[in-house]
């Protein structure tokens, strides 16, 4: 058995909505299948809020262990400091999370919000959020950039916007199933974000030629005009598809880096920034000299199906 | 006389949502529905590029973000004055309407059925019906609308990439276009749901279920066959109304509507106000009688609310958002009071039937008034005809492929000027209001389906609707108020963009 308690702070539901649309694992096989028991859940929990009270007595009075404890939303700590934009029972939710998490055996953020602040530390961040042990991308949040869940690992984040489903729900079967979580230097976990979006991106045939597009509603590669943010991006979308359908990218929408600390960046949200005709941002790790030489080439051998745009993404 | 004052939480709604109630012997002679989340999307939107709003406010609500997405594509469309083509509002609202379902599903069999399982039901008759299909994780109604409801999203995934929040409207249309695999698949994702809908939601078949006209036609059905009152919707209304949900909350007479949907064969040049599928309209409650809807008479007041006051109600367009928490003080919400030419007025699936003006609901209506039950089965109403509708959206689709998804507007950029997008979500009328000055955003103002229902006294102390709805009513067990569950949650309350927590007097706690 193991404990899960999921709160929500500063968020739209999204992430919770996300997670109901899982299906490998889905929410009832992380019931059934790995003995996952919901102390609570804002949408699932069929128990008085006043359940909630009490489960949240008891893990703080040391009489109920918390394995899991999930937190969906951004860390308000506005205005002047209260946390007092996103309360509970008369006191901030902020400090709420501070005593659990010292309570818990491994704490997950669902969600870019939880992980770095998200959509609500956007400029002006009027409502003063962070991340629970990030501050977009400078580490150290709600909790210390040191501090250690009592089974030593530091926040889990499974970033996105909302985060994926199946890498919510596959996280917490791994936590459960006692299996090794790797995380990378975001702390997300490595299995689920050592793979750029740009991977299985069905438009890479385009992009591989130089054939990119100016307008919407096109087949071709959105990198260089249209704000694709795929290539610099570590999201599974591309690889394991969202309701197992689609992705952003293939559907003809660009990848936003919701995964991102710096998500959503405050500059044109479809415009990809350039010097001169290359973005400014190369896909991860390469060298600008080399991807010129690069784009050049490949432009010169794109066959006419690519170049005519004939192939489908 | 006892006087006492009781606070309710509930969960299993979109966000948190607080009630403190004033209480005389058992009946409630004050409501205040309180919202205390803030998270500022108006000023976040403020200095941004305009099809950023594109991203940015999809992400107000996780259960609706296909809504909120549309409202803002019609928003920037109309600053723009820019046309879409046929196809690309098909697709649009195939996507509109699989959320809606999504929505539809969850609230009634995720979140509102689930009150029938509470223990003060235990010795009635109907209580082991009520465990077997509405149990959470166990009843078969339950589990079988977690399944259905994340099949049906998959539709949005095929053209929008994903759901939630996906940016796949797009000022002149959709990113991709529909072709011969987006339509198989999207049909046989929604034969599987429809064949679900019938066997155990309705017992019956579609297009028997939507000939129903009358009351005496629907209570005559319900009992013909037991398929029908061993159907969820049937048990759903033999509950509700053995436990008297139908003569229970009312609130507000007046309804507004603003039409879903809009409609392919008007498409293809702009238009200022758009002709759509089910109508949109203002149905008077004093007069009966439903009148043209103006999005100009719309205003809102901040008297109760968390905001730099300003006298009377303003217009979107007017609007002011700046908030200014005083938790002591006699305001006490986030949530803003919109109000329709100066009134108090509902908003959600049983106004849009009224005022579309469908048979059945009409037929109810007439009978017994807009009741907590009413406004539940609606919803389930609704889910039947959004079933059928896109299922003639496809068809309408697959006849014309090859036409175009996107026109690409004149100018690159949005001009300057302003701009409003009015949309029906899963829980009734949306509107984005937005200017632009110097190619940014200088004002955004967001209505949401809930500020319309569960809004706070506005100037003149007129209650919200929600509030109305619950003033005057018998609570049996103030410490277990089960009531106001029901008739809450048949508003489908979502209050992300809005509720949470006051503390004075005796905390009470709602079951479930
Ligand atoms: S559209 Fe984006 S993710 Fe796809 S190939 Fe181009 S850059 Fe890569
Ligand atoms: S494609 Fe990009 S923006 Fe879209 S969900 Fe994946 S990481 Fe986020």
């Known amino acids: 058995m193991t404990t899960l308690l999921w709160l929500q702070t500063g968020s739209c539901g999204g992430d919770t909505m996300s997670i109901l649309c899982a299906d490998s694992p889905s929410v009832e096989e992380l019931v059934d299948q790995y003995g996952i028991e919901f102390l609570w859940q804002p949408s699932l929990s069929a128990e008085p809020k006043k359940h909630l009270d009490t489960v949240l007595d008891a893990i703080l009075e040391d009489r109920l262990a918390l394995d899991i404890l999930c937190v969906e939303g951004s860390i308000m700590t506005g205005p002047n400091g209260s946390g007092m934009y996103d309360p509970y029972r008369g006191r901030s939710k902020m400090s709420l999370i501070r005593q659990l998490a010292e309570k818990a055996g491994y704490l997950v953020a669902m969600g870019t919000c939880a992980a770095y602040g998200g959509v609500h530390a956007a400029p002006p961040n009027p409502t003063d959020c962070l991340g629970l042990q990030f501050d977009k991308q400078a580490p150290g949040g709600l909790l210390p950039v040191d501090w250690r869940s009592r089974r030593g690992l530091p926040v889990v984040n499974i970033s996105g916007c909302p985060a994926h489903p199946n890498a919510m729900t596959k996280t917490l079967a791994m936590l459960a199933a006692g299996l090794p979580l790797e995380l990378d230097h975001l702390n997300r976990p490595k299995a689920f974000f050592n793979t750029m979006v740009h991977q299985g991106c069905t438009r890479t045939e385009y992009h591989e030629y130089d054939v990119e597009d100016e307008l919407f509603g096109g087949k071709g590669c959105m990198f260089f005009n249209l704000g694709c943010k795929g290539p610099v991006t570590m999201a599974i979308c591309n690889s394991e598809l969202w309701n197992g359908r689609g992705s952003k990218t293939r559907a003809g929408v660009p990848c936003f880096g919701c995964t991102s600390p710096d998500f959503p960046s405050d500059h044109d949200l479809f415009r990809t920034e350039k010097i001169g005709p290359i973005p400014v941002n190369l896909p991860l790790g390469v060298e600008r000299a080399n991807y010129m030489a690069y784009k050049s080439l490949a432009h010169e051998a794109a066959p006419e199906r690519v170049l005519n745009k004939t192939m489908d993404p | 006389m006892s006087r006492r004052t009781i606070q309710i939480e509930m969960n299993r709604v979109e966000g948190d949502l607080d009630f403190q109630l004033e209480m005389e012997d058992n009946i409630v002679v004050d409501a205040r529905c309180i919202g205390t989340l803030y998270r500022g999307f108006e000023q976040i939107m403020l200095g941004r590029k305009p099809t950023d709003a594109l991203v940015i406010t999809p992400r107000i609500c996780g259960i609706c973000g296909t809504a909120q997405l549309n409202a803002a594509v019609l928003a920037l469309e109309h600053a723009g004055r820019i046309a879409v083509p046929p196809n690309a509002v098909r697709i649009r609202n195939l996507c509109l309407m699989a959320e809606t379902v999504q929505s539809d599903l969850r609230q009634s069999f995720l979140f509102f059925t689930a009150d029938f399982c509470h223990p003060k039901y235990l010795s009635r008759p109907f209580y082991d019906k009520a465990l077997a299909a509405f149990q959470p994780f166990k009843g078969s109604v339950h589990r079988g609308a977690l399944e259905n409801s994340r099949h049906i999203v998959e539709i949005v995934a095929l053209f929008g990439g994903q759901w939630p929040h996906s940016s796949y409207m797009l000022p002149g249309g959709v990113t991709t276009p529909a072709n011969s695999r987006h339509i198989i698949d999207s049909l046989s994702i929604l034969n599987k749901l429809t064949r679900w809908f019938e066997q155990t939601v309705i017992g019956t078949d579609l297009d028997v279920w939507l000939d129903l006209q009358s009351a005496e036609q629907f209570f005559a059905w319900l009992t013909e066959k037991p398929a029908h009152d061993e159907s969820a919707t049937g048990l759903l209304t033999q509950i509700s109304r053995e436990i008297g949900l139908q003569y229970l909350g009312f609130g507000t007479p007046h309804m507004l509507s603003y039409g879903a949907y809009d409609d392919p064969r008007y498409a293809g040049t702009f238009t200022q106000h758009k002709q759509r599928l089910f109508k949109a309209g203002f149905l008077n409650g004093e007069t009966g009688i439903v009148e043209a809807f103006d999005q100009a008479k719309i205003t809102e007041h901040v008297r109760y609310a968390w905001f730099q006051p300003y006298p009377g109600g303003l217009h979107p367009f007017q609007g002011q958002t700046v908030p200014d928490y005083q938790p002591h003080s006699d305001r006490y919400t986030w949530c803003k009071a919109p109000r329709y030419q100066d009134k108090v007025v509902q908003t959600g699936p049983l106004a849009d039937a009224l005022i579309d003006g469908e048979p059945l609901i009409r037929s109810l209506y007439q009978a017994e008034g807009g009741n907590a039950w009413l406004r539940q089965f609606a919803r389930l109403r609704r889910t039947a005809k959004l079933l059928r509708t896109m299922r003639d959206t496809l068809h309408e689709l697959s006849a014309d492929l090859d036409e175009p998804h996107m026109l690409p507007p004149a100018t690159k950029d949005i001009p300057d000027g302003e701009g409003f997008g009015l949309v029906t979500a899963a ?45 005057g009513m018998r609570v049996d067990d103030p410490d277990d108020p089960v009531e106001i569950g029901h008739i809450i949650r048949s508003h489908d309350p979502c209050l992300v963009c809005t509720v949470h927590i006051l503390d004075s007097g005796k905390r009470l706690t709602l079951w479930p």
């Open chain 2, 427 to 471: 829980r009734g009328g949306l509107g984005h209001w937005l200017q632009i000055a110097d190619g940014a955003i200088s004002r955004y103002q967001v209505v949401t389906p809930t500020a319309w229902n569960a809004s706070p006294k506005d100037s003149a102390g007129r209650h919200g609707h929600w509030e109305s709805s619950l003033i």
